[in-house]
Structure formats: structure tokens, C-alpha cells
């Protein structure tokens, strides 16, 4: 399967804890992103990256999220100290350059009980 | 503020039947918008996109209008089939999604 993944498909965690997500993007894509999704809701963009620079962030994204991309090939998202406002799918997407097309991952679904 | 929002949160259509699903934003300077279709338990499925310099564009049984007078983007789905059930969202460029529309194909 050449799409992208996302490691782990689910987590369950407890408040105060610290989660950390990889989402591995199509190989020759070099810009990554990263999303936030509620039931009911579409996805809410958190940041993105272009090789391993992180180019934007959004408001959203409190100090206790952090996203790294070291190599310019997987990515993780960590949230510490996690709170119950924090479950959601995670999605991660992934473009070649500016392509319009995101090819999204299926996504790690966060509880924090 | 910018937003991207959709008139109808659920859309019900006889199979074979055309579905249209609608959208309306509030940034006009957006350079684009695209569809995706999202099904249960997976992530957004890219469909289609329409520049700001278009006001229709066709693909594969879905067609996109986009009317910029009233900030307004629909999706048609020609001859609905039962695969096309999923949440449907519109999104203006890659950071801005609209909450989606549920597509149930009535047998």
C-alpha cells in the first residue's frame, strides 16, 4: 500500500498524559499536513510542513501540541499533557509541491478519559 | 471571519437519482475549492476541484459549479449509486473545511 499512513489507528489515554502520533506520507510527496476532526465536524487544520520545515500553524494549535518532520519524510505529532477537549481524529494528508490533491491517511482516533 | 459552510446536513436521494450537495463560503479570495468525500472509519477522498476562475468543471459523474456573485460551490453527483454514500465536504484550499453533508441513497 503506497498511501499514507498513520500509526496507531486508535489510542486511549488518560488525562495528563503524553500521546505521540507518526503519520508516514506517499514517498514522493514532500509537504505534509495535519488536521483535527470532531465528530460532526471537518477537518480542522493544525499545521503543515514542506520537507522538514514546518511552515504553518494554526491558532488552534495550543503549546502543548508540537509536530516534527526531522528528515522530511514521517512526521510526529505530539500532545502532552493531554485533555478530554483534546479526543478527536487526527488525520494527517500529504501533496506533491502545491498540488491542489491531498491524499489524507485514515487517521488515529484520540480518548482521553 | 472565514468560514466554509453547508445548507443541508443531510441529503437523502433515490438511487440513480442526482445529488446535489451545496456549500457556501466567505472568503472570496480563495484560489480554489475542492470536494472530498469521506466514508466511515477512513480519512477525506479528494473528488474534484474547481479554480476561482471557473464556474463549472466536470468529472467522473460529479460536476462542480461555483457561482463567486453569491459565494456559493455545489456538487452534483450524477445516477447516485449505494457507493456514493459518505459525508461530503467542501473545502477552500487545504485549511479551511466545511462541517459536510451526509449522502444516504434510498434503495
Known amino acids: 500500500d503506497t498511501g499514507v499512513s498513520q500509526d496507531p489507528r486508535h489510542k486511549i489515554t488518560k488525562r495528563g498524559q503524553n500521546v505521540t502520533f507518526r503519520c508516514d506520507p506517499i514517498s514522493e510527496h514532500n509537504r505534509l499536513y495535519w488536521y483535527r476532526q470532531t465528530l460532526g465536524q471537518g477537518p480542522e487544520f493544525l499545521t503543515y510542513?514542506?520537507?522538514?520545515?514546518?511552515?504553518?500553524k494554526s491558532r488552534l494549535l495550543s503549546d502543548r501540541f508540537s509536530a516534527e518532520r526531522p528528515k522530511g519524510s514521517f512526521s510526529t505529532l505530539e500532545i502532552q499533557r493531554t485533555e478530554q477537549g483534546d479526543s478527536a481524529m487526527y488525520l494527517c494528508a500529504s501533496s506533491l509541491n502545491e498540488n491542489v490533491k491531498l491524499f489524507f491517511g485514515s487517521g488515529t482516533q484520540l480518548s482521553v478519559l | 471571519g472565514e468560514s466554509v459552510g453547508l445548507h443541508l446536513p443531510t441529503l437523502s436521494v433515490q438511487e440513480g437519482d442526482n445529488s446535489i450537495i451545496n456549500c457556501a463560503y466567505s472568503n472570496s479570495a480563495s484560489d480554489y475549492f475542492i470536494w472530498y468525500k469521506q466514508e466511515s472509519g477512513k480519512g477525506p477522498q479528494f473528488i474534484i476541484d474547481i479554480r476561482s476562475n471557473m464556474d463549472k468543471r466536470q468529472g467522473q459523474r460529479v460536476t462542480v459549479l461555483l457561482n463567486k456573485t453569491v459565494k456559493h460551490l455545489s456538487l452534483q453527483i450524477a445516477a447516485t449509486q449505494p457507493g456514493d454514500s459518505a459525508v461530503y465536504f467542501c473545502?477552500?484550499?487545504?485549511?479551511?473545511f466545511g462541517k459536510g453533508t451526509r449522502l444516504h441513497i434510498l434503495p
Open positions: 473545502a477552500e484550499g487545504k485549511i479551511i
Open positions: 510542513f514542506q520537507n522538514e520545515a514546518q511552515l504553518e
